[in-house]
């Protein structure tokens, strides 16, 4: 990936208030990033951030040049996008999902299994949805046990499948 490339992180719901601050749903499993954030780009437009909170399901964020109720609403339904490059490092051994959405699956011996569609949240542990050789759903759940690793450059996860009784 290439550290300008933008990654969409949100989408504009609704102007909140009348001093110009957006609602903002966002489209990451880490909201918290938007605190973090120094510019993000709205519809393609570069702003800068003046600050970020979390709000019930959204984030109410504040941008420069963005005063009144007015200006805000005309961003509504635009996606929020930040540079690759700008978003925080993730811990070692974990992921932003767009890195493993599109990852080839295989077993431990080599045989491929099929590509990583979806990643579906549950209460215990994420599940990869993954479209298979005869495109049908296969569901792994995304634990050591089965996911074995992930290499991000070469594009491809090595897994080993539930034995299911």
């Not at 969409?8 to 903002?24: E, K, M, N, S, Y």
């Not at 005309?74 to 767009?98: A, N």
């Not at 599109?102 to 099929?114: F, H, P, R, S």
């Not at 990869?128 to 995304?142: Q, R, T």
Request: proline letters at 7%; glycine letters at 8%.
């Amino acid at each position: 990936m290439k550290p300008d490339e933008k990654i969409i992180v949100g989408r504009i719901v609704a102007p909140h208030g009348v001093r110009g601050d957006l609602r903002i749903l966002p489209d990451t499993d880490r909201p918290e990033i938007f605190k973090k954030l120094k510019t993000i780009y709205i519809g393609g437009k570069p702003y800068a951030l003046k600050s970020a909170r979390p709000h019930k399901h959204v984030y109410i964020l504040h941008v420069e040049g963005v005063d009144d109720r007015n200006t805000s609403e005309t961003l509504v339904s635009k996606m929020v996008e930040v540079p690759f490059s700008e978003l925080p490092k993730r811990p070692e051994g974990t992921y932003y999902y767009f890195q493993l959405i599109g990852l080839e699956i295989v077993t431990e011996d080599g045989t491929k299994v099929g590509t990583l569609k979806e990643i579906m949240e549950t209460g215990a542990n994420n599940v990869y949805v993954i479209e298979g050789e005869d495109h049908k759903e296969i569901l792994i759940p995304a634990i050591p046990s089965c996911v074995l690793s992930v290499d991000i450059d070469a594009g491809r996860m090595t897994v080993r499948l539930p034995e299911w009784e």
